[in-house]
């Protein structure tokens, strides 16, 4: 089946610093989004995309629609404690019914 | 909140056992899915219904059925449960397709 490639798997940061994470496919996708999950608990949307090169903020999150059509990006800026825990990703593909593809995830973890 | 609510939120249950897991999609919302969460595993989609309808299947086992009531609730049913069903099991709504809400799922615990 479809795959997205997610990276990293997992982060260690520093309180402050600036992460980045990415999704890729081969396929083209209509639209991506950007999910977090702290343990135990269920995914919350933090940021959905529509259009292709389309740059959404939320807070300190940035997330990107890349032109391609086939990856994205999010971005969180000055990273604290409350940033730890594991970020999705997922799209529908362009000649799908609006079934989401999901990403493996990436773990955020803050360094001692 | 995402206005998704499941019930119950823990279950511990033998194996061979039969389960039903419960959600209540955010007031509109005419989709449901189901998906199953192991340990430190990304999600698995199993089903999703439409306005009581099913619409697609994902890598649902045989031994696992869901259905949508009129209402729009919507119950997974699990049977002749193994250890491996262990898992989250977590319930999204959408008003059409696309963006998806998160209920704060059921952890099924099977000895």
């Known amino acids: 089946g479809q795959q997205l490639n997610q990276s990293p798997q997992s982060m260690f940061i520093q309180e402050g610093e600036d992460v980045s994470m990415n999704c890729t496919s081969s396929?083209?996708?209509?639209?991506w989004l950007w999910y977090k999950q702290d343990p135990g608990e269920g995914p919350v949307l933090l940021i959905a995309?529509?259009?292709a090169g389309e740059l959404t903020s939320n807070g300190r999150l940035t997330a990107q629609f890349g032109i391609t059509r086939k990856d994205s990006f999010l971005n969180i800026s000055a990273s604290i404690p409350s940033d730890v825990g594991i970020y999705f990703c997922?799209?529908?593909?362009?000649?799908?019914?609006?079934?989401?593809?999901w990403g493996a995830g990436t773990k955020l973890i803050i360094k001692p | 909140d995402s206005g998704v609510t499941q019930t119950p939120k823990h279950l511990i249950t033998a194996t061979g056992q039969r389960v039903t897991l419960r959600c209540s999609p955010r007031?509109?919302?005419?989709?449901v899915y189901w998906y199953q969460q192991s340990l430190d595993q990304g999600l698995q989609f199993l089903i999703q219904?439409?306005?009581?309808?099913?619409?697609a299947k994902g890598n649902i086992l045989e031994r696992f059925s869901a259905q949508q009531f009129p209402d729009l609730h919507s119950e997974l049913n699990l049977s002749s449960l193994e250890l491996g069903d262990s898992a989250l099991y977590f319930c999204?709504?959408?008003?059409?397709?696309?963006?998806?809400?998160f209920g704060p799922g059921t952890r099924l615990t099977v000895l």
């Open positions: 995309l529509y259009k």
């Open positions: 219904y439409y306005n009581g309808e099913e619409r």
């Open positions: 999204a709504s959408s008003p059409l397709f696309n963006e998806q809400f």
């Open positions: 997922a799209g529908s593909l362009m000649d799908s019914n609006y079934q989401l593809i």
């Open positions: 007031s509109g919302d005419l989709s």
């Open positions: 396929s083209i996708f209509n639209t």
